[in-house]
């Protein structure tokens, strides 16, 4: 038999000292480096932008411009997340840049500009009024981080608040508020439906989603003459359109809820 000293010495290994330690070549393994996708998030910081720019107009007293802005970012927040599905580029840096950008576009905005426009006047009401409805925006959009479903949204949509809100003092100024409009109640009924605004989009009423709408799949050609005579309808009278269609979405929830409950209650006492 060998003795253990006549066999072959095992080759010694030679490590090369990097700094690194054990813990540290393990998360480096582990966790690469990982990008983002830079054309959804283009949109997304110009919608981020449209906002910041709606607040500063505000506070100078431009509310048009303002008002447009909400506008714009509404448009740019619809378009960012169907490019970041149609070219397959989701991710959850996207999702939370994009919320954040909500809070800012949809949130502060609409409450900065509803306030600089009319609330100011109301003092501690006005204040309060609008820091419910931007506080209902960062639950509701907090609510929907959480537990979203495309096919419908529970409560109703920062971004239809916002252009209600922004439709409502674009129609007020080119009807010529204040001198138009010398009616004590009327920065009250505004302070009204700003907290009824909020309150909406923190309700449990369940509202239809756009999202289900699905862009790819082909349509007659009825309905493209259908787009086409919207647009015309919108770029008319855009104030007036934009304020009567959100705002009949925005009541279209609190209706088919009530309808609901009435169904439920027939039903029971049958």
């Known amino acids: 038999m060998t003795k253990n000293s006549d066999r072959d010495p095992k080759p010694s290994v030679h490590l090369i000292d990097d700094g690194l330690t054990p813990a540290d070549e393990r998360d480096a393994v582990r966790s690469p480096r990982k990008g983002i996708y830079l054309l959804p998030n283009l949109i997304t910081s110009g919608a981020l932008f449209a906002g910041f720019y709606a ?32 070219t397959g580029t989701e991710s959850e840096f996207g999702a939370q ?26 003092g501690r009401l006005g ?3 609008t820091f419910i409805y931007m506080a ?8 929907f981080n959480t537990d979203s479903d495309l096919k419908s949204f529970t409560g109703l949509a920062s971004p239809a608040a916002a252009v209600i ?26 302070a009204a439906v700003t907290v009824a605004l909020g309150l909406l989009m923190v309700s449990p ?10 862009s790819g799949h082909r349509v007659q ?23 009567v269609s959100f705002s009949v979405y ?10 609901g409950m009435l169904r439920k209650r027939s039903s029971v006492s049958d």
């Open 55 to 86: 607040m500063v107009a505000s506070m100078n007293g431009h509310y048009i411009p303002a008002c447009l802005a909400v506008i714009a970012a509404l448009l740019l927040d619809t378009a960012d997340g169907r490019v970041a599905r149609f």
């Open 97 to 122: 840049y994009d919320s954040l950008s909500d809070m800012a576009a949809f949130g502060v905005a609409p409450a900065l500009l509803i306030f600089s426009f009319s609330l100011s006047g109301l």
């Open 127 to 129: 204040w309060i009024a």
């Open 136 to 143: 209902c925006a960062a639950l509701r959009l907090a609510r």
């Open 165 to 190: 809100v922004a439709s409502l003092v674009w129609l007020l100024v080119d009807e010529g508020y204040p001198d138009a409009f010398a009616q004590l109640w009327l920065p009250y009924a505004l």
């Open 205 to 214: 009423i369940r509202y239809f989603s756009p999202k289900v709408i699905d």
């Open 221 to 243: 050609f009825i309905t493209l003459v259908g787009v086409v005579l919207a647009f015309a309808i919108v770029i008319a009278e855009p104030p007036r359109v934009l304020l």
């Open 250 to 259: 925005a009541l279209s929830g609190p209706v088919f809820y009530l309808v």
